[in-house]
């Protein structure tokens, strides 16, 4: 007579033990609790604007005009943004020039600027935009968008400096910040 066959002592389908109980798998569903947590982490401190892309306001006031710069001082790889410099002229101003840091190109795509300036040089190293004349009261805004370059990363000076000719209106320093 043929022997019997040995039980097997697994079963192919569900056990109540190791699927509900959870037996055997001690730190398993930790592990997962805890990969799952810092992938919300990451997703609530983007929500809270660690990582940037909201802007932020900054001004600054001479004599003769004041200087207000709207845009991220935290930003990501990759993203398209706009920032905004305006120019509240109080006195005339016969050669208005704006003078970005470095920070507006290094790593940066600019894609427009708005209006276009009338003309466009370099001071050291730094964008130089100029415009034509501000009588007192008028208002120069320029938007500029751009995309960070995904390779940037760091922080530099973004701020921005108004001139009259060669004379220092105002300025406002900024630093930005870029994420990965």
Same mark, same amino acid.
């Given at each position: 007579?043929?022997?019997?066959?040995?039980?097997?002592?697994?079963?192919?389908?569900?056990?109540?033990?190791?699927?509900?109980?959870?037996?055997?798998?001690?730190?398993?569903?930790?592990?997962?609790?805890?990969?799952?947590? $810092?992938? !919300? *982490?990451?997703?609530?401190?983007?929500?809270?604007?660690?990582?940037? =892309?909201?802007? *932020? *306001?900054?001004?600054?006031?001479?004599?003769?005009?004041?200087? &207000?710069?709207?845009?991220?001082?935290? !930003?990501?790889?990759?993203?398209?943004? =706009?920032? &905004?410099?305006?120019?509240?002229?109080?006195?005339?101003?016969?050669?208005?020039?704006?003078?970005?840091?470095?920070?507006?190109?290094?790593?940066?795509? $600019?894609? &427009?600027?708005?209006?276009?300036?009338?003309?466009?040089?370099?001071?050291?190293?730094?964008?130089?935009?100029?415009?034509?004349?501000?009588?007192?009261?008028?208002?120069? *805004?320029?938007?500029?968008?751009? =995309?960070?370059?995904?390779?940037?990363?760091?922080? =530099?000076?973004?701020?921005?400096?108004?001139?009259?000719?060669?004379?220092?209106?105002?300025?406002?320093?900024?630093?930005?910040?870029?994420?990965?």
């Amino acid at each position: 007579m043929p022997e019997p066959p040995t039980p097997v002592t697994r079963s192919a389908g569900l056990s109540a033990a190791r699927h509900r109980d959870l037996a055997g798998r001690s730190y398993e569903p930790w592990v997962r609790r805890a990969i799952v947590a $810092i992938f !919300l *982490t990451l997703v609530a401190l983007g929500l809270a604007n660690v990582f940037g =892309q909201r802007a *932020t *306001t900054s001004s600054a006031s001479g004599a003769a005009a004041e200087l &207000t710069l709207e845009v991220p001082d935290r !930003l990501r790889g990759g993203i398209i943004g =706009q920032g &905004t410099i305006e120019v509240r002229a109080v006195e005339r101003i016969a050669k208005p020039r704006l003078v970005l840091d470095p920070g507006w190109i290094d790593g940066m795509t $600019i894609n &427009t600027i708005s209006p276009a300036a009338a003309d466009e040089g370099s001071d050291e190293g730094r964008p130089v935009l100029a415009y034509g004349e501000l009588a007192a009261g008028d208002t120069l *805004t320029v938007r500029i968008s751009y =995309q960070v370059n995904p390779t940037d990363l760091g922080s =530099q000076p973004g701020g921005v400096v108004l001139l009259d000719g060669d004379r220092e209106i105002a300025r406002v320093q900024r630093t930005v910040i870029v994420f990965p």
